[in-house]
């Protein structure tokens, strides 16, 4: 399958500091990227859609003030974590999604965010 | 509005047996695809397999495959031969325009 990677897969940080967290895909160019949260023991839940060379689409209730997302080229987006705060504390996903026949997507390994 | 529904939160199976894992679906469109997710503990998302809503046989993808019943928006994942590597969160997502929505997964443990 195709390879996403981000980085990184771990970060410790201050309240009030912000963290960037990058997503690339290795092997094939994604128009399209996605940004996920995941609460433990929850589900995945969708934060934002990223379009190479526009806007990011929010989902509802996510702040895009807060989550900054950047899609700058077909290969990288990164989501940046304003003024974080305890509560930002999460793992975030990153996916990409093929073209072709069969649309796929696949995800990043992840970033644990630990906000203190 | 697109709804996923893994009613399973937790199941269990011994080593070398076979496992179902139920999602049902709720969709008004016509056209959409249905995939499963497994998330080991390291949190990674391993795409597993894939059904498309128009396909007439059901996916396969090695010791994975798809009962699709689409009259009864079904979409349970047949794992054959369970190994202890099988251990994990498996989702069952669905497509709607080019977005994923997620069910509420389903841990599975395998048994020695």
């Known amino acids: 399958g195709a390879v996403v990677s981000q980085h990184p897969s771990w970060v410790i940080c201050k309240s009030g500091t912000s963290v960037k967290i990058e997503c690339r895909s290795l092997?094939?160019?994604?128009?399209?990227m996605f940004w996920y949260r995941q609460f433990p023991k929850q589900s995945l839940m969708l934060m934002a859609t990223s379009n190479e060379g526009s806007k990011a689409t929010y989902e509802q209730g996510v702040e895009k003030d807060k989550f900054l997302i950047n899609h700058a080229s077909l290969t990288l987006s990164t989501l940046t974590v304003t003024s974080a705060h305890p509560e930002d504390s999460s793992f975030y996903i990153c996916?990409?999604?093929?073209?072709?026949?069969?649309?796929?997507?696949?995800f990043g390994p992840g970033t644990r965010l630990l906000v203190l | 509005a697109q709804k996923i529904t893994q009613t399973q939160p937790g199941m269990f199976v011994q080593e070398k047996e076979a496992v179902t894992l139920d999602c049902t679906y709720d969709?008004?469109?016509?056209?959409?695809?249905l995939f499963w997710y497994k998330q080991p503990s390291s949190g990674e998302m391993i795409f597993l397999i894939y059904q498309g809503s128009y396909d007439e046989q059901n996916a396969t993808e090695g010791r994975y495959s798809l009962n699709f019943q689409k009259a009864r928006k079904s979409a349970n994942l047949v794992i054959s031969a369970s190994q202890l590597g099988d251990s994990a969160m498996y989702f069952c997502a669905m497509e709607y325009g080019n977005k994923l929505v997620f069910g509420a997964g389903t841990i599975l443990r395998v048994k020695s």
């Open positions: 092997d094939f160019q994604a128009t399209t």
């Open positions: 996916s990409a999604r093929t073209g072709g026949v069969k649309k796929t997507q696949y």
């Open positions: 969709t008004s469109d016509q056209s959409y695809g």
